[in-house]
């Protein structure tokens, strides 16, 4: 009963260290034994060696799937703010146009879009390369949901705090550098770093483009090893390593710049 009780955390306490570390232990015992345990009664006999050889093609498929997210999440930062501030304009075409663009990209399927950007689009305009074209897709996918968490931390500021530094003489610009970025960055912080997360994901879609990034290279792989459960669960470990650290740091995020009502 005892041992039971150290499980237990009272109401509105979040449990002591060594409790959260008991705690994760036992969940990635249970998981794991759950997922050898699936596996033995397939009598599969995983060998992780064969991957080994690919080691350089893994890396460079690795390190081009970083640099797509990176470059994808500084451009859908800035597709998704001039969208966001094209919703807040009074120019009410503008408006119509970035609603239209927002409730497009997330009420259809990104394999949709990048069927459809980099066939019909990119080749209309000529866009040849495919690390760009990936790039693009990524960053007008990304931006429309960046546009909402933008849009949601600006609606998020009072107005009165507006009308308090027209009142004290700032000017626009100096109400959007000093009273709304701090605000709206310390609110949009958090949820920014989960969509980067989501960013890094999404790009394995890529692939159906053949953009040489770390699914596409692991499908290479497969395909002469013949080692599919090993591939693919090493590209799973391998993405883990990339999204772990960003929801670690999203939640300390969420913690640091928490609002309380």
């Known amino acids: 009963m005892k041992l039971f009780n150290f499980f237990i955390i009272k109401e509105n306490n ?16 249970a998981f794991l034994g759950f997922f050898f ?47 966001a501030l094209g919703t807040k304009s009074r120019i009410l075409p503008l408006v119509y146009f970035c609603q239209v663009y927002v409730q497009f990209i ?28 990936g790039v693009l897709i990524l960053s007008i996918f990304s931006g429309a949901y960046i546009s909402e968490i933008i849009r949601g931390g600006l609606d998020s500021i009072d ?10 003489g700032l000017n626009n610009s100096q109400t959007l550098r000093l009273v709304v970025l701090p605000q709206l ?15 890094i994901k999404d790009s394995s879609l890529l692939s159906l483009i053949s953009v040489i990034e770390l699914t596409q290279t692991i499908r290479e792989i ?12 090493f590209l799973g470990l391998l993405y883990l390593s990339l999204t772990l650290p960003l929801s670690m740091l999203t939640k300390v995020l969420e913690r640091r710049f928490k609002y309380e009502n």
């Open 159 to 168: 107005a009165t705090q507006l009308e308090a530094a027209k009142a004290v």
């Open 106 to 133: 997330r009420g259809t399927p990104l394999i949709m879009q990048v069927y459809l950007f980099f066939y019909i689009i990119g080749t209309a305009w000529n866009i040849t390369d495919r690390f760009i074209a």
């Open 185 to 199: 960055t310390a609110r949009i912080l958090p949820a920014l770093a989960g969509q980067f997360a989501s960013i």
């Open 14 to 29: 979040k449990g002591t260290r060594l409790q959260a570390v008991v705690s994760i232990i036992i969940a990635c015992v």
């Open 37 to 83: 345990w699936s596996v033995s009664r397939l009598g599969l006999t995983l060998d992780f060696s064969t991957l080994f050889v690919f080691r350089y093609r893994i890396f460079d498929g690795f390190i081009t799937t970083i640099e797509l997210s990176i470059v994808s999440l500084i451009l859908s930062l800035l597709i998704g703010f001039v969208s």
């Open 222 to 233: 497969s395909a002469t090893n013949f080692a599919i459960f090993e591939c693919y669960l």
